[in-house]
């Protein structure tokens, strides 16, 4: 246990934002505030930093229970809007992942597919108030013996919906560049051959765990911004790797923490949830997320700091190495660098675009600052931080 | 000197007739041809990039209209749905004229119609169906971009 000059719990930080006392920034101007005044006065002055992320993040979906139907059904196939969601649970429960394609998409056959609908699309309708058609299928039995059952729904008339998101939020990322003969098309968007272009996706210095790079604030039970409305960190997500390289700030070095999240989808907003069509790969969803870190102490003054400039990112080629089951770093850039437009690879210049919207995700910050200064959001203390590494 | 973007449709009756050269001759003006496409006895198109003063253009564009040329100005040929773009920047690594580029310090994605050679590749781009073009080069399809988004 480090010595700190500041020391605070989040039980007194809960008790200063339901006085209307809580200083909150967000993670952008946290950057100017402790290069001004260095970490230990910052951790003095601030309470709270405001992160926020809106990309795309394909291990998202729904949670749906449609009610019981009478004679009643156990679904054992399920359509939302010609999209399957998964039925092999209790009767009328069911859950649709955002990169389900419709039953009749003509998917790759004729390349680039467009994928124009697919689970994302279902929960951004259902969110956006929306109808949806449900159908669901059955074999029968003594106790469900209804075979079939088709009906428009809106959200309000599912019993329960929850946006419940397995890997959310990676920790830093790839920047995807091609080495190959020929366009292609990925989730990491399009990219040209010859390395013509790089594409990346983070919102970099206001991303949730590169502001708290050793969680040691994040876990179960961390109330965050969720798709537009309240929802919880539920624990580490699929893929959470804390032994990823990191640089000597201790920020990793790539793909590293995720994060499980659940919340429910009344309340949510289309405009933070939004289903999402990439070329040639498939659908998917942008979600929007924001996490409040507590300033307990310097050290996470110090963390929450971080600028785009000193996160390192690893450029991975996505012609031949990622698809063979590869994708080692080419060479490492900073995200200042990506953000400039332009960065070297192999000493060639490359046109950088991200994937991930920056302007979306200050919008996020700001949003979850007001919350909190209007004291109708309190921190959420973590039962459990993410399983990290030593410091 | 000003430029501008503009589509030129021919049809069947006057596609083989050659007047373009005398944008150059009679009008002084600097053309560029930027894609073009001819459907044999049916119809011809020509994206054009016209550069001169903006008198020389509008005398140029109005001596094409007399020659039954069709003239449409390529900024009213696309668009982006506002309500759609959420600013994230996928298609700025590919626009070939930065028509589409980040601003700083908002970090929102500009869109510049007057840049746009509507080449399709914002449109394969976008997760969310932001950018449009109608009809440009296929009189048969409803859009380059494709059908109406949903």
Same mark, same amino acid.
Not at chain 1, 123 to 146: F, M
């Given at each position: 246990?480090?010595?700190?000059?500041?020391?605070?719990?989040?039980?007194?930080?809960?008790?200063?934002?339901?006085?209307? @006392?809580?200083?909150?920034?967000?993670?952008?101007?946290?950057?100017?505030?402790?290069?001004?005044?260095?970490?230990?006065?910052?951790?003095?002055?601030?309470?709270?930093?405001?992160?926020?992320?809106?990309?795309?993040?394909?291990?998202?979906?729904?949670?749906?229970?449609?009610?019981?139907?009478?004679?009643?059904?156990?679904?054992?196939?399920?359509? $939302?809007?010609?999209?399957?969601?998964?039925?092999?649970?209790?009767?009328?429960?069911? /859950?649709?992942?955002?990169?389900?394609?419709?039953?009749?998409?003509?998917?790759?056959?004729?390349?680039?597919?467009?994928?124009?609908?697919?689970?994302?699309?279902?929960?951004?309708?259902?969110?956006?108030?929306?109808?949806?058609?449900?159908?669901?299928?059955?074999?029968?039995?003594?106790?469900?013996?209804?075979?079939?059952?088709?009906?428009?729904? =809106?959200?309000?008339?599912?019993?329960?919906? #929850?946006?419940?998101?397995?890997?959310?939020?990676?920790?830093?990322?790839?920047?995807?560049?091609?080495?190959?003969?020929?366009?292609?098309?990925?989730?990491?968007?399009?990219?040209?051959?010859?390395?013509?272009?790089?594409?990346?996706?983070?919102?970099?210095?206001?991303?949730?765990?590169?502001?708290?790079?050793?969680?040691?604030?994040?876990?179960?039970?961390?109330?965050?911004?969720?798709?537009?409305?309240?929802?919880?960190?539920? &624990?580490?997500?699929?893929?959470?790797?804390?032994?990823?390289?990191?640089?000597?700030?201790?920020?990793?070095?790539?793909?590293? &923490?995720?994060?499980?999240?659940?919340?429910? $989808?009344?309340?949510?907003?289309?405009?933070?949830?939004?289903?999402?069509?990439?070329?040639?790969?498939?659908?998917?969803?942008?979600?929007?997320?924001?996490?409040?870190?507590?300033? $307990?102490?310097?050290?996470?003054?110090?963390?929450? &700091?971080?600028?785009?400039?000193?996160?390192?990112?690893?450029?991975?080629? /996505?012609?031949?190495?990622?698809?063979?089951?590869?994708?080692?770093?080419?060479?490492?850039?900073?995200?200042?660098?990506?953000?400039?437009?332009?960065?070297?690879?192999? &000493?060639?210049?490359?046109? =950088?675009?991200?994937?991930?919207?920056?302007?979306?995700?200050?919008?996020?910050?700001?949003?979850?600052?007001? #919350?909190?200064?209007?004291?109708?959001?309190?921190?959420?203390?973590?039962? @459990?931080? $993410?399983?990290?590494?030593?410091? | 000197?000003? %430029?501008?973007?503009?589509?030129?449709?021919?049809? %069947?009756?006057?596609?083989?007739?050659?007047?373009?050269?005398?944008?150059?001759?009679?009008?002084?003006?600097?053309?560029?041809?930027?894609?073009?496409?001819?459907?044999?006895?049916?119809?011809?198109?020509?994206?054009?990039?016209?550069?001169?003063?903006?008198?020389? !253009?509008?005398?140029? !564009?109005?001596?094409?209209?007399?020659?039954?040329?069709?003239?449409?100005?390529?900024?009213?040929?696309?668009?982006?749905?506002?309500?759609?773009?959420?600013?994230?920047?996928?298609?700025?690594?590919?626009?070939?004229?930065?028509?589409? %580029?980040?601003? %700083?310090?908002?970090?929102?994605?500009?869109?510049?119609?007057?840049?746009?050679?509507?080449?399709?590749?914002?449109?394969?781009?976008?997760?969310?169906?932001?950018?449009?073009? !109608?009809?440009?080069?296929?009189?048969?399809?409803?859009?380059?971009?494709?059908?109406?988004?949903?």
């Amino acid at each position: 246990m480090a010595d700190f000059q500041v020391n605070k719990t989040i039980a007194e930080i809960n008790q200063k934002i339901k006085d209307g @006392e809580a200083v909150v920034v967000t993670a952008e101007e946290m950057i100017g505030i402790a290069r001004e005044v260095g970490p230990v006065e910052a951790a003095r002055k601030v309470d709270v930093v405001t992160t926020g992320t809106f990309g795309i993040m394909c291990s998202s979906g729904a949670f749906l229970n449609f009610g019981h139907t009478k004679p009643r059904i156990r679904a054992s196939k399920v359509f $939302l809007n010609g999209v399957e969601a998964y039925a092999g649970v209790a009767a009328v429960d069911c /859950y649709i992942g955002v990169t389900q394609t419709r039953e009749d998409d003509p998917l790759n056959k004729v390349f680039p597919g467009r994928f124009r609908y697919g689970g994302g699309h279902v929960i951004e309708d259902l969110v956006a108030g929306r109808e949806i058609q449900v159908t669901a299928k059955s074999y029968g039995t003594d106790c469900y013996p209804r075979r079939s059952y088709e009906v428009t729904m =809106t959200l309000k008339d599912f019993p329960n919906a #929850w946006l419940l998101n397995p890997r959310n939020a990676y920790q830093n990322y790839n920047c995807a560049v091609n080495f190959s003969k020929k366009t292609i098309y990925t989730y990491m968007g399009i990219l040209r051959p010859d390395c013509m272009n790089a594409n990346y996706s983070t919102s970099g210095q206001l991303s949730p765990l590169l502001n708290d790079p050793y969680y040691q604030t994040i876990g179960i039970g961390t109330r965050i911004f969720l798709g537009g409305g309240v929802g919880y960190v539920i &624990g580490a997500g699929t893929q959470h790797n804390p032994g990823v390289r990191r640089s000597e700030n201790g920020v990793v070095m790539g793909g590293a &923490g995720t994060i499980a999240v659940r919340g429910d $989808l009344n309340g949510m907003s289309a405009k933070y949830l939004r289903g999402a069509s990439m070329t040639g790969y498939g659908t998917s969803m942008n979600v929007g997320i924001g996490i409040p870190i507590p300033i $307990l102490n310097e050290e996470l003054a110090r963390r929450t &700091g971080v600028s785009d400039d000193e996160i390192q990112v690893p450029v991975v080629e /996505y012609g031949l190495d990622y698809p063979d089951g590869g994708g080692s770093p080419i060479t490492y850039v900073t995200y200042g660098q990506l953000r400039s437009g332009e960065i070297e690879v192999d &000493g060639r210049k490359v046109t =950088t675009a991200p994937l991930s919207s920056y302007a979306v995700a200050l919008e996020i910050c700001e949003t979850l600052k007001s #919350w909190i200064k209007s004291g109708s959001f309190l921190l959420g203390e973590p039962q @459990e931080t $993410l399983p990290s590494v030593p410091r | 000197m000003k %430029s501008d973007n503009v589509l030129l449709i021919f049809k %069947s009756n006057i596609m083989y007739k050659p007047v373009i050269y005398r944008l150059a001759r009679d009008f002084d003006l600097i053309f560029n041809i930027l894609e073009a496409k001819i459907l044999p006895r049916r119809e011809g198109r020509i994206l054009l990039e016209l550069r001169g003063d903006q008198g020389q !253009i509008d005398q140029g !564009i109005k001596f094409l209209e007399e020659h039954e040329v069709v003239v449409e100005r390529l900024a009213d040929k696309v668009w982006r749905e506002e309500d759609r773009c959420v600013h994230c920047g996928a298609c700025t690594g590919l626009c070939p004229t930065h028509a589409l %580029s980040i601003t %700083s310090p908002n970090m929102r994605v500009a869109f510049d119609v007057t840049k746009c050679v509507a080449c399709g590749m914002c449109g394969l781009a976008c997760p969310f169906g932001a950018m449009r073009d !109608i009809t440009l080069f296929d009189p048969f399809a409803e859009g380059r971009t494709g059908q109406q988004y949903q």
